[in-house]
């Protein structure tokens, strides 16, 4: 049985650092994301990673301050969050996909439960 479950969310302050991470089980999957969803607004993408290569994709808002990366004997992904913002507030969730992904949700076959992200200005 797959299962994806998101660790690492909580309450910052503007301009700290958060570290999430996703645990994959039962399987490994072509390549992994992130995305979130704010209060009133429709989830979003956030970042993939492509497992063996470990090439990655952001998207433009958080550029720069997030990273995406995993550890292939763990089987797990991380999301690295610096400089965060008030506007990341979300519930961020891990996703995976068996083949080809994309930026859009439709390509991910499994998602974790959701973590809550919560920035104090």
């Known amino acids: 049985q797959v299962q994806l479950v998101e660790s690492g969310g909580g309450l910052v302050q503007a301009g700290g650092s958060l570290k999430l991470s996703c645990a994959a089980s039962g399987r490994t999957f072509s390549s992994y994301g992130w995305f979130r969803q704010a209060p009133g607004k429709e989830r979003e993408f956030v970042a993939r990673i492509w497992w063996s290569s470990g090439n990655t994709d952001y998207a433009d808002p958080v550029k720069g301050r997030f990273t995406i990366s995993r550890d292939n004997a763990k089987n797990t992904m991380y999301l690295q969050m610096n400089s965060l913002k008030p506007e990341d507030t979300a519930v961020y969730y891990c996703?995976?996909?068996?083949?080809?992904?994309?930026?859009?949700?439709?390509?991910?076959?499994?998602w974790g439960q959701g973590t809550q992200v919560t920035v104090s200005s």
């Open positions: 996703a995976a996909a068996s083949f080809l992904s994309s930026r859009i949700e439709a390509s991910y076959d499994y």
